[in-house]
């Protein structure tokens, strides 16, 4: 029997629980100096002088820099498209573009001096006006960054048209047919990634080798952007991704402040480190979301869904990152898990003085689902059906798969209606509509909210390959190395597994290694909810290949046909098939094997992405006089194809529901009309905790995918996009008796409140 | 994260806090559980060149039963406010509020003298002692000194305490009737939004208010119009009487009015009335 398919406990969870693993902040480093970064408390200043004596002064302060000291080409700008006048400087070269934009680098021999250096760098800034609304910044006369002439980054589908990327779209006439037309101006707001491990990062030069410590998702990038930022040859490159305590898509690129770190250390000849505060973190750690979106959406009375347009302001922040592309995944995702044949889709990313926006656990797609299932749920408020019965009209057919949507996109396989059935007879769905009734009639101060999502997500949706590898030892055990670099997803025991499958070999015997260029020749890292289906199967098939070759060598030595050679996983020996007396052991094997060794690498390049979907129930019960939501139940059906681990797939849908319900109801990232961030501290930015969550109710469903041999796809992220609008929607559905159509997210009691006071007309 | 460096002192008894207050003047501060001073200095908002710590000050740590009051030690912690036995049963108040008080690592270390001291008009001790009338008792160079609760705030973290007393014990009334804490938060770990404290005692109902001004403020509106006999929904109807709150990224100053309203009324309803 496989182990696949088993609830088996992490191995590495000991090592977390107890000692706390090894971060970056943990490594150590003997004579390291310490960087503080002096940041810009303005949005937009003109920066007139910099005066650097006094901290050059303070005791321990080794040196400061500041721009005119720098003589390294800056990193190129995160989005693909960017205007090149718009590229971040290391240290702000004469402007300063947001709360925390750095000005200066502090170097002192410990932490405690370098902060204390660093108040006294004095700094002349004259006031500019900040570009703060994304929604007017394309207009804003104000620019950002002067030279680009423009605060515009990208627009769709204009600059794929004139990139040749794409062809301009037929004119259809969108709402044609359309009984019921209805338009809504929805925020999908900026929220604060929050790793438990904010950044970090330590360098140290060796006869002209660096060794980069960093806290990151991809180390194999970090290590190319440094071969090339320092004109080296590969080899003269470490990096090393040790323990990494989260990061949900901020932690995908290296961030100016950490690769700078290097360039310290090679210009002062120490090894050099920096971390930055929390507050640092919430502050400079990029953002994600950030898209104010208006949608349409038309159908006929009897609920046929007809045509959905869709345009979005996404804000990029100061520097254009990741978050500028964004829109390109929403568009991807358009019409979601509906069959929706007319479309329009247009965005438009901004600069504006706050900090960039980059990937976010869904990145883009969340945005997607949020939209279209706000408005599905309009729509049936609006022509009076109920939401499950709108939705279940509108599905893609089970038996249409593959199924390219109206945008273009293909989607491998999926069963929306089974997961829409699942998830109502779960939450007993026509028994809480009848509760909602009798409170609704008896007019209860506390009313309640039913609120649906079905979704459908792309994972693994950037093309390439992942590397595996796998090595029996000598003694018999095994060795992994994987490029895909885990920083909470259970890889460890996952890939231990994959291997166990195959070779027999216990999990506990099974060595994964990860985070190391050393170690590990090639690899894209962790996002996107990539890595069982690529960096996965690339140690599965590098596992099968091992068997192969290690049934040769039986073979061989056996004097016998490969064909008939078995392994016998339980006892973990080789046999002749029909005399399992005489065996060889992996440890055999591998001694046999000489100094070729019993080893085989993978690149895996699937065929395409997947699609993983779900439905998701939420009740809530809103207090109409306060505004306070608490959230009663969350009921997921998710679908991610073959459940390699359930209990590990459980976890990853576990925090994305708590994340998304967390986008939903608390956390946003303010800034005030002068681009001062409000909410930059946990106490202020209302982070989720345990207190607010109701116990999960997950349903696992297994559609397995034909798009690579495990079957698998992505898990990662369907948490957070199916919640957030199944929240939402509750919200929203809790007032919908009282006049209220719509609720922005985060759905804080002073917005509902004031909404049902709106409806009343109150006001 | 990192403090402007300072000299430590720790006090091994009362009158060595009070003399090494005296000696430092305002350039020294009480430690105590640390849990609002060390944070304010940590983001350098807070940055007192002494620290005089009398965390380990075990006479300070207690609670006792007084015949017609009962008195707290200022530095027993809020997890013992919460669980102390006496309190339960003498003012079933303070320990609900105690309860409520941030997360299980705040109540630990936070102390009920440093939540008065520190007198931030969102912090819940300070609203609940003010509504059971109590009498905090400070000690100086020249003895000790009591001071009635409704004296004692002055201001956004500004009480009447002088800059070398040390708040050694708070007093309150025993005889609750009834008594309620309607804290409206976000998250549970959350400071107030707003948050209302009534306590019935001897036949009196004192209402507090918390962070709609910049120290807890007595709801005397409500009072007065419970002491004429109004119903608890109609002398709620009062409670934001002359309260300009402040607005913030939770609440707008109307919003907290009507906060006032909607808890002073669910308040007086739990507590009987
Ligand atoms: C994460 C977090 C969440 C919190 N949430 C809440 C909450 O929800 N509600 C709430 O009310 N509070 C909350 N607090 C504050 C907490 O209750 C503090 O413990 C309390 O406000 C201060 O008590 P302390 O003993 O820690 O005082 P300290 O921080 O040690 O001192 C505070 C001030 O009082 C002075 N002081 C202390 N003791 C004395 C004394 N005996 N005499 C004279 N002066 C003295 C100090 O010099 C200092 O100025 C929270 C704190 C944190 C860190």
């Known amino acids: ?763 | 994260m990192i403090p402007v460096a300072f000299d430590y002192v720790r006090a091994e008894s009362l009158d060595e806090a009070i003399a090494a207050l005296s000696e430092h003047g305002d350039e020294a501060k009480l430690l105590a559980g640390g849990h609002s001073l060390l944070p304010l200095m940590k983001l350098r908002l807070g940055t007192p060149s002494v620290l005089v710590d009398i965390g380990r000050l075990s006479e300070l740590s207690f609670v006792r039963d007084e015949d017609t009051y009962i008195a707290i030690g200022a530095l027993t912690r809020h997890h013992d406010v919460q669980h102390d036995t006496i309190v339960l049963r003498e003012a079933p108040l303070l320990a609900a509020v105690a309860g409520r008080i941030g997360d299980p690592q705040v109540r630990h270390r936070g102390t009920i003298g440093g939540s008065l001291a520190h007198a931030d008009p969102a912090s819940d001790l300070p609203g609940a002692v003010l509504a059971l009338d109590g009498t905090l008792v400070a000690r100086g160079p020249a003895g000790d000194r009591e001071i009635p609760a409704s004296e004692f705030f002055k201001g956004f973290l500004e009480t009447t305490l002088a800059p070398s007393e040390v708040l050694v014990e708070i007093r309150v009334p025993k005889g609750t009737t009834g008594h309620s804490y309607q804290k409206f938060v976000r998250r549970s770990q959350d400071w107030a939004i707003v948050g209302v404290a009534v306590a019935r005692v001897n036949g009196h109902v004192g209402v507090s208010l918390v962070n709609v001004a910049s120290t807890p403020v007595r709801a005397t509106a409500v009072e007065q119009a419970l002491a004429s006999g109004a119903s608890a929904a109609d002398a709620a109807e009062q409670a934001a009487e002359g309260l300009e709150p402040t607005g913030d990224a939770n609440a707008t100053p109307e919003f907290r009015r009507h906060l006032a309203r909607v808890l002073t009324r669910r308040g007086l309803v739990e507590a009987g009335l």
């Not at chain 1, 030595?557 to 060889?584: C, Q």
């Not at chain 1, 459980?650 to 946003?668: D, I, P, R, S």
Request: proline share 6%; with cysteine.
């Open chain 1, 1 to 763: 029997m496989s182990i696949l398919g088993n609830r088996v406990l992490r191995k590495e969870d000991q090592k977390f629980l107890t000692t706390g693993g090894t971060y970056v902040e943990d490594v150590p480093l003997e004579g390291a100096v310490h960087i503080v970064y002096v940041r810009s408390p303005m949005a937009h200043a003109r920066i007139r002088s910099i005066e650097t004596s006094e901290a050059l002064e303070s005791p321990g302060v080794v040196a400061v820099f500041t721009a005119q000291d720098i003589d390294l080409d800056p990193m190129p700008p995160g989005a693909p498209f960017a205007n090149r006048a718009m590229t971040r400087p290391w240290l702000a070269d004469g402007v300063v573009r947001f709360v925390g934009d750095m000005v200066a680098a502090v170097v002192a021999d410990t932490r405690e001096r370098a902060v204390d250096g660093a108040e006294l760098v004095f700094v002349d800034y004259e006031t500019l006006t900040p570009v703060v609304d994304a929604s007017t910044a394309a207009d804003n006369p104000t620019l950002v960054h002067e030279d680009a002439g423009t605060n515009v980054v990208l627009r769709l589908p204009d600059d794929f048209v004139s990139a040749g990327i794409e062809q301009v779209a037929a004119e259809v006439d969108l709402f044609e047919g359309c009984d019921v037309v209805i338009r809504q101006r929805m925020v999908n707001q900026r929220v604060a990634p929050c790793p438990l491990e904010v950044r970090a990062s330590a360098a140290k030069w060796e006869d002209g080798h660096l060794t980069q410590w960093s806290t990151t998702q991809a180390p194999h990038s970090v290590k190319d952007t440094l071969v090339q930022l320092f004109e080296l040859q590969p080899d003269q490159v470490r990096v090393i991704a040790p323990d990494v305590g989260g990061g949900f898509g901020a932690k995908i690129g290296g961030y100016p402040e950490e690769l700078f770190v290097a360039w310290v250390s090679r210009r002062i000849d120490r090894p050099a480190r920096w971390v930055e505060t929390r507050s640092e973190s919430m502050m400079t750690l990029g953002h994600g979301r950030g898209q104010i979106q208006e949608a349409e959406l038309g159908g006929t009375r009897d609920g046929k869904l007809l045509g959905y347009k869709l345009t979005i302001t996404q804000d990029a922040g100061a520097y254009p990152n990741f978050g500028a592309f964004l829109p390109v995944m929403t568009r991807l995702m358009l019409t979601g898990v509906y069959d929706i044949t007319k479309t329009e889709f247009s965005s438009c990313s901004v600069a504006t003085n706050t900090n960039p926006t980059v990937a976010y656990r869904g990145a883009g797609r969340p945005e997607a689902t949020a939209a279209i299932e706000r408005m599905v749920d309009i729509f049936a408020d609006e022509i009076g059906m109920d939401p499950a019965e709108l939705r279940r009209k509108n599905l893609i057919g089970k038996e249409c798969f593959p199924f390219t949507t109206a945008v273009g996109t293909t989607y491998d396989i999926g069963d929306y209606e089974q997961a829409l059935d699942r998830v109502l007879e779960a939450a007993g769905y026509a028994e809480l509509r009848e509760e909602q009734r009798q409170r609704r009639d008896s007019g209860d101060t506390k009313q309640m909210g039913i609120g649906l999502s079905t979704y459908v997500e792309v994972t693994n949706g950037i093309p390439g390959s992942e590397f595996g590898a796998v090595e029996v030892l000598a003694d018999g055990k095994a060795r992994v190395r994987t490029g895909t670099s885990p920083h909470g997803q259970g890889h460890v025991t996952a890939w231990a597994m994959l291997v166990a499958d195959q070779l027999g070999i216990p999990v506990e015997d099974v060595e994964v290694i990860h985070g190391d260029t050393d170690e590990v020749p090639r690899g894209v890292g962790t996002f996107g909810s990539k890595s069982l289906q690529s960096g996965g199967v690339a140690v599965h098939q590098a596992a099968e290949r091992v068997v192969e070759k290690a049934k040769k060598l039986v073979a061989d030595l056996l004097e016998a046909n490969p064909n008939d050679i078995e392994l016998d996983k339980e006892n973990r020996r080789f046999h002749v098939a029909g005399t399992p007396s005489v065996t060889k052991s992996w440890a055999e094997l591998v001694e046999a094997s000489g100094d070729a060794g019993l080893s085989a690498e993978v690149d895996f390049a699937a065929p395409g992405p997947t699609f993983p979907f779900g439905a998701h129930i939420v009740v809530a019960e809103v207090d109409t006089e306060t505004g306070h939501v608490s959230l009663e139940r969350i009921i997921a059906v998710d679908d991610a194809g073959r459940l390699m681990n359930p209990l590990i797939a459980e976890g990853q849908v576990h925090g994305g529901l708590a994340q998304g319900v967390a986008q939903a109801l608390m956390e946003e990232m303010c800034y005030d009309d002068q681009g001062n961030p409000i909410t930059a501290n946990l106490a202020d930015y209302a982070f989720v905790s345990a207190a607010e969550l109701p116990s999960f109710e997950t349903h696992p469903m297994e559609t397995p995918t034909p798009i690579n041999p495990l079957g698998a796809k992505g898990i990662g992220e369907s948490g957070t996009i199916g919640s957030t609008p199944a929240v939402q929607n509750a919200v929203v559905d809790a007032l919908s008796h009282l006049g209220v159509r719509h609720v922005d997210m985060p759905t804080t009691p002073i917005r509902v409140w004031s909404a049902i006071k709106e409806a009343k007309g109150d006001r």
